[in-house]
C-alpha cells in the first residue's frame, strides 16, 4: 500500500460516523447507514420506531433497549420536538441538582401554575370604620357565627320617706315612732337582663383575577430537519442513490 494510500485510508477511518453516532440533516430518509429517529407509520407518529434486534445488532449493542422495547425488538430515541441533552449530574446557581441517564425525558410544551408554585404573598387590607363597607377583591372561605357582648353594671332606685307620711299610696311599715326627719331609702340593685342574639353567618367573597390557562414553556427555537443515529451499516438507506443501484464505498 502506498503512502498515497495509506493516508486515504486513515482519513476514511476518521471521518466514518461510529455506530451510535447522531446528527441533524435535512434528508428526510435513512441513507448511508444513518437511520431517522421517527416513525414512518402515519397512524401513530408519537410512537417511537421499533427495529428488530438482529438485523440492527450493531446497533443494538450500543443502546439495548435504553429507549424501550423488549424482547427482539428496541427502539430508537424519539426525539421529534425535543432538544437532546448530555447525560449526568448538573448543578444550577442555587446548588441544586439533578442527575439525567440516557432515556430520561423531560420538560413540557405547555404548563400551568399550581398553588405550591405561586410566590408567597399577602393579601392586605384595613376594615373601614363600623358602619361603613369594606370592598376589596379576593375570596375567603370564613363563614362562622359571632356574638354582640353587652355589659350591665346594674343600678339603683332611691326615694325619700317624708315625715309623718301617711300616704296610701306608699306602701311602707316601719316598727320605729314616726319623727319629722326625712329618711332616705334604698331598693336593691339587680341588672336589667339585657342580651342580644348571635349574628346569623356571613361570608366575604374577593373575586380572583387570572385566566387559569397554559402558558408556552419552551425556549426560543428553531426547528430544522431531522435527527438520525448511525446504525453501523453502511449500506442501509437508498438516499442520496436512487432504488437499485449500488453506492460505491470508499
Not at 446557581?93 to 410566590?119: C, F, I
Not at 357582648?149 to 332606685?157: K, L, N
Request: with cysteine; charged share 10%.
Amino acid at each position: 500500500m502506498t503512502s498515497t494510500m495509506r493516508v486515504n485510508a486513515a482519513n476514511t477511518a476518521r471521518t466514518k460516523p461510529t455506530t451510535g453516532d447522531t446528527k441533524m440533516s435535512f434528508v428526510n430518509t435513512d441513507h448511508l447507514g444513518w437511520l431517522i429517529c421517527k416513525n414512518d407509520d402515519p397512524a401513530h407518529p408519537e410512537l417511537p420506531r421499533a427495529l428488530d434486534t438482529t438485523m440492527y445488532n450493531l446497533l443494538f449493542q450500543v443502546i439495548g433497549h435504553t429507549f424501550g422495547g423488549s424482547g427482539n425488538t428496541f427502539h430508537l430515541p424519539h426525539t421529534s420536538g425535543r432538544v437532546m441533552g448530555s447525560t449526568g449530574l448538573v448543578t444550577d446557581s442555587e446548588n441544586r441538582t439533578r442527575t439525567y441517564t440516557a432515556g430520561n425525558k423531560v420538560g413540557e410544551l405547555d404548563h400551568k401554575l399550581t398553588v405550591p408554585e405561586m410566590p408567597a404573598h399577602n393579601h392586605n387590607k384595613a376594615a373601614a370604620s363600623p358602619g361603613i363597607n369594606t370592598v376589596a377583591d379576593g375570596t375567603t372561605s370564613v363563614q362562622a357565627n359571632h356574638t354582640h357582648g353587652i355589659t350591665d353594671p346594674g343600678h339603683t332606685h332611691s326615694y325619700v320617706n317624708q315625715p309623718n307620711n301617711v300616704d296610701a299610696a306608699v306602701s311602707l311599715t316601719t316598727t320605729a315612732v314616726a319623727d319629722n326627719a326625712n329618711v332616705d331609702q334604698t331598693t336593691g340593685s339587680s341588672t336589667t337582663g339585657i342580651s342580644v342574639n348571635p349574628a346569623g353567618s356571613h361570608s366575604h367573597t374577593i373575586s380572583s383575577n387570572g385566566g387559569d390557562q397554559y402558558h408556552n414553556n419552551i425556549q426560543p427555537t428553531l426547528f430544522y430537519g431531522n435527527t438520525f443515529i448511525y446504525s453501523g451499516i453502511p449500506m442501509l438507506g437508498n438516499f442520496p442513490f436512487k432504488t437499485g443501484l449500488a453506492p460505491v464505498l470508499i
